[in-house]
């Protein structure tokens, strides 16, 4: 793992971070543009990657776009809204080729970077709104989107884990938006709330390849600028809210495999000191192969197709999931439980906590072994409003020690146990 050189800076409304290192033959920038999760404007941001790839001002069509993308030597172009936290997220990527291992080319930077500006600010409207046909398209593509979550068994018991958890919390909000607000947007109200959002969103742009910092901070801060947004700092704060016992709702389908999804509330994020040994629990419990849950409920019990279990960091959500037989799922919840109670009391060995702390880094250092991934890890600071880098961040997992594991154990609670089972179960 070689560590990258940040250097962050912030001019016109915009943060920029630049990171150079000669181990890769592109250019990675990726824009990432921040706003609070809201259920009024949720599914006018989902739909915005589907409109903004359909062209630019110079290139006015998906076809024109693509064809851009070829001329400068297949440029890669991705797009899409995803929540980190109670934070909706635009992520715009474009990766290109880099001019120095190309001969008689001295312009595919400024052209890429150019191209990456025009896709945000200068997109494809006409009369000051997006194009009404191109808009009605787009929102059957994402109404087609959000149906196919139910077919994914998995994603679809997650989503309701999630809204039956932190329901009338900002979280419970659907990153991909909700079919019945679809109706009433056209390309003016779209285009209206894009402008609105160019204006007040945070926006962070990241830049990764073999360049100079200087000459790459006069072209960023050439091109890329916005007015001087006049808006309050605005939070969808979390909640944390406390159930005497816990929720369970259980759901049928005509499924052949029951899912046993369970929601903890760690209460501790990325932002608190317990985050380490939260990383480090999470592994001891069900983030690897070799973890408690994966070797007891699935190994030598039977009682699960698959079990694991992960953390959100920015808003202390603990989950479990598991695919297991409808008749079982009770006991495999019990098992479940079972393991996590042996953890909290400390029933582990050093052994167990070392090796589960370098699969811990060891996953770190792959993640920045690839542009992307070492940008993601970079951009959790953003959202998690910490400074953290990640020698430090591995550093402090390798300082976590049992009784951090135990006490952080002891803080987690219970909250909610979603099952989505055969129509034939019992």
Not at 80 to 95: A, F, P, S, W
Not at 369 to 392: A, F, S
Request: with cysteine.
């Amino acid at each position: 793992m070689a560590l990258l050189k940040t250097e962050s800076f912030v001019q016109n409304d915009i943060r920029f971070h630049l990171l150079p290192t000669d181990r890769y033959k592109t250019i990675t920038v990726v824009a990432k543009l921040k706003s609070p999760l809201s259920r009024e404007t949720a599914t006018m941001r989902a739909l915005i990657p589907f409109v903004l790839k359909q062209g630019t001002a110079s290139f006015p069509s998906e076809q024109k776009l693509r064809k851009r993308l070829d001329e400068l030597y297949g440029a890669k172009f991705e797009i899409d809204c995803n929540k980190k936290g109670t934070n909706h997220i635009l992520h715009v990527q474009l990766e290109f080729a880099n001019e120095k291992f190309i001969p008689n080319e001295s312009e595919i930077t400024n052209e890429g970077l150019k191209l990456l500006w025009e896709i945000i600010f200068r997109p494809h409207i006409k009369n000051d709104q997006f194009i009404d046909e191109i808009v009605a398209r787009e929102k059957r593509q994402l109404e087609n989107k959000i149906n196919s979550l139910y077919d994914n068994k998995i994603a679809y018991a997650n989503e309701r884990l999630v809204e039956e958890m932190y329901k009338g919390e900002p979280y419970a909000v659907k990153a991909d938006g909700y079919i019945e607000d679809l109706r009433d947007i056209d390309g003016k109200s779209l285009y209206d709330y894009y402008k609105r959002a160019l204006t007040e969103d945070d926006i962070d742009i990241y830049v990764l390849g073999d360049f100079s910092p200087n000459e790459m901070k006069e072209k960023l801060t050439a091109l890329f600028s916005r007015k001087q947004a006049k808006r309050e700092a605005e939070v969808a704060k979390m909640a944390r809210k406390k159930r005497n016992e816990a929720n369970k709702i259980v759901e049928r389908d005509n499924i052949s495999q029951a899912k046993l999804h369970i929601g903890y509330r760690t209460n501790c994020t990325y932002k608190d000191d317990g985050y380490f040994a939260l990383q480090v629990f999470n592994g001891l419990y069900g983030g690897f192969p070799i973890s408690r849950l994966f070797m007891n409920v699935r190994e030598k019990h039977s009682l699960a197709y698959y079990v694991a279990s992960r953390i959100e960091s920015h808003v202390g959500l603990l989950v479990v999931y598991s695919g297991v037989e409808t008749a079982k799922y009770e006991r495999a919840y019990q098992i479940i439980e079972e393991q996590f109670t042996d953890l909290k009391n400390g029933h582990f060995t050093e052994d167990e906590l070392t090796h589960v702390k370098k699969l811990i880094t060891s996953s770190i250092k792959e993640t920045l072994d690839h542009p992307t991934g070492t940008i993601e890890l970079l951009y959790q600071q953003i959202v998690g409003e910490r400074e953290l880098p990640p020698e430090t961040l591995i550093e402090n997992i390798n300082r976590v020690k049992k009784e951090d594991v135990i006490a952080i154990a002891e803080q987690i609670e219970l909250d909610t146990i979603y099952v989505l089972a055969s129509e034939e179960g019992e």
